[in-house]
């Protein structure tokens, strides 16, 4: 069983940056794909960017390209998100999910964090 636990979500003001962090309970995470999705209030939970597990395959959604960036650290089995040039549409909860599959939906991943509100004022 994989848990995921997010943080470095919060209040920031319109055009600020938050890199919001996700780390895995087990070893395996080195050999999975990881995503992260957001859920808006009244939304269904949309992807935003995903990596492979060596880091050698990046998707984006197109309302988060040249603005979030995906990364890893399989070492610390943790996984990134930059977000800059936030904009208050950006506010959502925000998770982390792990899969042997990766990709854009969210039934490709089998473990989800518990979320993370970011919360972007203008």
């Known amino acids: 069983q994989v848990q995921l636990v997010e943080s470095g979500g919060g209040l920031v003001q319109a055009g600020g940056s938050l890199r919001l962090s996700c780390v895995a309970s087990?070893?395996?995470?080195?050999?999975?794909?990881m995503g992260w999705f957001r859920q808006a209030p009244g939304k269904e939970r949309e992807f935003v960017g995903s990596?492979?597990?060596?880091?050698?395959?990046?998707n984006y959604a197109d309302f988060v390209k040249g603005r979030f960036t995906v990364s890893r650290d399989n070492a610390q089995n943790t996984v990134y998100l930059q977000m800059n040039s936030l904009k208050p549409e950006d506010t959502a909860v925000y998770y982390c999910?792990?899969?042997?599959?990766?990709?854009?939906?969210?039934?490709?991943?089998?473990?989800w964090g518990q979320g993370t509100q970011v919360t972007v004022s203008s």
């Open positions: 990596i492979t597990w060596n880091g050698g395959n990046l």
């Open positions: 087990e070893r395996t995470f080195s050999t999975n794909s």
């Open positions: 999910a792990a899969g042997s599959i990766g990709g854009r939906r969210p039934y490709d991943y089998n473990y």
